[in-house]
């Protein structure tokens, strides 16, 4: 393997979905988030991404099997639109800036091929706060200020760290809209809460109503 490659293990027949990015970082927020939602929505792999630039190991399953770092797709289709979320366990290295442009380039031209006109980046951010709180960026100003009336607010602190950050930048030059989503956290151990805070934060947004026990 030289170059990153798909590999299809089902289908998905969507219609304009909304694409989603939840992937390990601080507090592992993204991924968290990104989980829920697969399992809020009922949504079902069909596609995964591999890559040289992942580390050098692979995971190993309780039943003893060996599986390479990828990027995980998942289609749902669901009654007010349809989405299609993209996880994994593991990005490139942060030293690697050149990896993570042509990673984040590969996914864009995923989402650009299956009709995605939105693109919504979650992840974390280490800020220690008394409540679960939702920070937002946009591509727009517009974008921007139409999910802080919905309850989040402005991210200005400078930076988005990553694929959460530079797959929203890039998808802005390509003229694609989004967003990103940062649950606030203490630290880079797993942090439910913030994972739980940003997914239900984005599903009420998108008109989905959430209970606490999912």
Known sequence: MDKPYFHQIGKANLKNPVFVQGLPGFGNVGKIAANLMVKFCGAKPFMELYSPSFPDYVSVSSKGICILPRYEF?????????????????????????????????????????QCKFIVTVGGVPITEEKAQVYVAGTTPRIALEFMEKGAVIYSKGRIVGATGLMLGLAKERGIEGLCLLGATTGFQADRGAGFAVFKFLMKALGYDVKEGL
């Open 74 to 114: 998942y289609a749902a289709s669901m009654e007010k639109g349809d989405f299609i979320i993209m996880t994994g366990d593991t990005q490139p290295s942060f030293d690697d800036v050149v990896s993570h442009y042509v990673l984040c380039g590969e996914v864009l031209d995923f989402a650009e091929k299956h």
